[in-house]
T-cell receptor, first 110, second 111 residues
């Protein structure tokens, strides 16, 4: 069935470092892809999305490009801040059961 | 437009007690779901509903009941609380499975 594989964390970076969190998917067809973020003590919220191959989603300095040839949707940010410390979820292609994985914990040190 | 509202935010229960976590959304979303989040386990789907009168089990349904009598409300009932149900619970809703909206969470401790 449709699913995603997301790199495990935690990822610990210094402020202003470059961030990559890998996500690859298996799906029938070319579904929309999403990244969600969960800040401490809060629920998940949509960070960015891409609706078709070669689309780039972007928000708050984060980017992810929908790569059909590698079935990937890696999350990147050029210069992380302490305020980016959170859990990041690559959301699976959607069916009726919206199942998320464990997410990747990002810790940014000042 | 309040989004997804969960109550209570914090609750302590004794083993064997029952309670209901409330979830309401005002966006006219057909799809609603409940998750629990435990350290290192990510979000696990408990139950979901694709519309009023329709519910189905997720990954970890045991010990929980749900009902969906209206589009707006999707309560989660713990029938006989156990310490293993200590967790953070999130309710979510979506119109077209595109953007999912989450509540702020309910922290439950069973002693």
């Amino acid at each position: 069935g449709d699913s995603v594989t997301q790199m495990e964390g935690p990822v610990t970076l210094s402020e202003e470092a470059f961030l990559t969190i890998n996500c690859t998917y298996t799906a029938t067809g070319y579904p929309s892809l999403f990244w969600y973020v969960q800040y401490p003590g809060e629920g998940l919220q949509l960070l960015l999305k891409a609706t078709k191959a070669d689309d780039k989603g972007s928000n708050k300095g984060f980017e992810a490009t929908y790569r059909k040839e590698t079935t990937s949707f890696h999350l990147e940010k050029g210069s992380v801040q302490v305020s980016d410390s959170a859990v990041y979820f690559c959301a699976p292609p959607y069916g009726n059961k919206l199942v998320f994985g464990a997410g990747t914990i990002l810790r940014v040190k000042s | 437009n309040a989004g997804v509202t969960q109550t209570p935010k914090f609750q302590v229960l004794k083993t064997g007690q029952s309670m209901t976590l409330q979830c309401a959304q005002d966006m006219n979303h057909e799809y609603m779901s409940w998750y629990r989040q435990d350290p290192g386990m990510g979000l696990r789907l408990i139950h979901y509903s694709v519309g009023a009168g329709i519910t189905d089990q997720g990954e970890v349904p045991n010990g929980y009941n749900v009902s969906r009598s209206t589009t707006e409300d999707f309560p989660l009932r713990l029938l006989s609380a156990a310490p293993s149900q200590t967790s953070v619970y999130f309710c979510a809703s979506t119109l077209d499975r595109n953007t999912i909206y989450f509540g702020e969470g309910s922290w439950l401790t069973v002693v």
